[in-house]
């Protein structure tokens, strides 16, 4: 993978507000899709994965993410967010090569602010 | 150990001095990974490692950071010469070798160069 992009680096929204974070990819080949998440002062957690298979991946906290190959995309969505879900969130990507892998990109983090 | 652990925790130095951190990996887990996070920002990519070789090194910052590791098993990151612009959440992260490849982050060392 070359790059991750996340458009947003702030996104408010309010409570019980459906909310999508962009993420966007650039690499030549074949690639893995992880949405992390970081909440106030602790470390990074796994949101959920893409590694083949069905494009819609459902993750913890009733968040999903849809790839698409076309548009080497890979938002994350949620219908309903909680004051809980605020949080950092970060895309990352690596390149599937066989049996073996490439680094674990990180995007730069979308800063989701859910508000009362 | 049951998750990747990172220590110290926190660290406070003085600038020039030199400081080494630690990382422990989920044991089985061969490649591993540190990324820098500045106060606000993303994460910024500096090493990886493949069992006890390192195949990209291209994010170390400078000469004064250095890494390496012993087997498959404990990292260090070593800052010579520490300066303030150093100063930063250090974070580990380790996954399996192949197939999925999900990283497992420890808790990270928070450094502070005063």
């Known amino acids: 993978a070359q790059s991750v992009t996340q458009l947003d680096s702030q996104v408010p929204v309010f409570e019980e507000a459906p909310v999508e974070l962009r993420c966007n990819y650039s690499?030549?080949?074949?690639?893995?899709l992880f949405w992390y998440v970081q909440y106030p002062n602790q470390g990074l957690q796994l949101l959920l994965k893409y590694l083949s298979g069905s494009t819609l991946v459902k993750g913890i906290n009733g968040f999903e993410a849809e790839f698409n190959k076309s548009q080497t995309s890979f938002h994350l969505r949620k219908p309903s967010v909680h004051i809980s879900d605020t949080a950092e969130y970060f895309c990352?990507?690596?390149?599937?090569?066989?049996?073996?892998?490439?680094?674990?990109?990180f995007g730069p983090g979308t800063s989701l602010s859910v508000i009362p | 150990g049951a998750g990747v652990s990172q220590s110290p925790s926190n660290k406070v130095t003085e600038k020039g001095k030199d400081v080494e951190l630690r990382c422990d990996p989920i044991?089985?887990?061969?490649?591993l990974y540190w990324y820098r996070q500045r106060l606000g920002q993303g994460l910024e990519f500096l090493i990886y490692?493949?069992?006890?070789?390192?195949?990209?090194k291209s994010g170390l910052p400078s000469d004064r950071f250095s890494a390496e590791r012993t087997g498959e098993s404990v990292s260090t990151l070593t800052i010579q010469r520490t300066q303030q612009e150093d100063s930063a959440v250090y974070l580990c992260?380790?996954?399996?070798?192949?197939?999925?490849?999900?990283?497992?982050f420890g808790q990270g060392t928070r450094l502070t160069v005063v």
């Open positions: 990352a990507v690596s390149d599937r090569r066989g049996t073996s892998y490439d680094k674990v990109i």
């Open positions: 992260a380790s996954s399996y070798g192949q197939g999925a490849v999900e990283a497992f």
């Open positions: 690499s030549s080949v074949s690639v893995y």
């Open positions: 044991s089985g887990h061969t490649a």
């Open positions: 490692f493949q069992g006890n070789s390192a195949p990209d």
